[in-house]
């Protein structure tokens, strides 16, 4: 196997412009989802029980059902209904509603291992309820879902390569594109792994600048 550099000339760019496609499914996904992800499992936590149950089902079903066929329903089944969708939106909205759930699961663990005489001593300093939950519950909750978080938007970074199924074209779909027409899978994979290499390292740098901004000593991990 030899990597010249004609077929490089032509494989780098068509993955450059890939991978700038990536970028803008991966970053409003992991920001939005992440966030969606904090407000379900509080209101998981700490809703009404039909509330509650509402986004337990939520959860089960994003969780639950392959991300392949949540991109299939929202693409090629909602305009049955006569909603539609570009590839794009598609991509995008399946992704941060699956990216969510998986998040407030973390979320709801990290919740739920806060003492409860946390919430009754904001009460006794005149807080509300909501104002406890806001400002004391679910900062400490925040920072022990970090690391499960974080690590799920390393999974986002790599199952965003399934957008290319409804033909947004990311950096998967060009090197599939390329690979097709070339006949040079073992070339092209190999220079793919790089560019999933690359992203991955650059995340996880910038989650942990993320954690240790967020780190309080003596609370959650040792620095």
């Known amino acids: 196997m030899i990597?010249?550099?004609?077929?490089?000339?032509?494989?780098?760019?068509?993955?450059?412009?890939?991978?700038?496609?990536?970028?803008?499914?991966?970053?409003?996904?992991?920001?939005?989802?992440?966030?969606?992800?904090?407000?379900?499992?509080?209101?998981?936590?700490?809703?009404?029980?039909?509330?509650?149950?509402?986004?337990?089902?939520?959860?089960?079903?994003?969780?639950?059902?392959?991300?392949?066929?949540?991109?299939?329903?929202?693409?090629?089944?909602?305009?049955?209904?006569?909603?539609?969708?570009?590839?794009?939106?598609?991509?995008?909205?399946?992704?941060?509603?699956?990216?969510?759930?998986?998040?407030?699961?973390?979320?709801?663990?990290?919740?739920?291992?806060?003492?409860?005489?946390?919430l009754k001593a904001g009460a006794a300093l005149g807080m509300s309820r909501v104002q406890t939950i806001l400002w004391i519950v679910v900062p400490q909750a925040f920072r022990r879902a970090l690391p499960g978080c974080g690590n799920e938007i390393i999974y986002l970074i790599k199952y965003s390569s399934l957008a290319y199924l409804i033909s947004c074209m990311e950096v998967t779909g060009e090197a599939r594109a390329i690979a097709a027409k070339t006949f040079r899978f073992t070339e092209v994979f190999m220079v793919l792994a790089l560019y999933y290499l690359f992203l991955v390292s650059i995340a996880s740098w910038l989650l942990k600048k993320f954690e240790d901004r967020l780190y309080i000593p003596g609370f959650g991990r040792q620095k």
């Open 3 to 118: 990597v010249d550099a004609q077929f490089l000339d032509m494989l780098i760019p068509a993955l450059n412009k890939g991978l700038w496609m990536s970028v803008l499914l991966i970053v409003p996904s992991a920001i939005f989802g992440s966030l969606l992800g904090v407000l379900v499992g509080t209101l998981r936590v700490f809703g009404s029980k039909p509330v509650r149950r509402f986004f337990d089902g939520y959860t089960v079903l994003f969780r639950g059902v392959p991300l392949m066929v949540q991109l299939f329903v929202f693409y090629f089944g909602l305009p049955s209904f006569g909603i539609y969708f570009e590839a794009y939106g598609a991509s995008v909205t399946c992704f941060i509603l699956c990216s969510a759930a998986y998040h407030s699961e973390y979320v709801r663990g990290a919740l739920l291992s806060i003492r409860e005489g946390q």
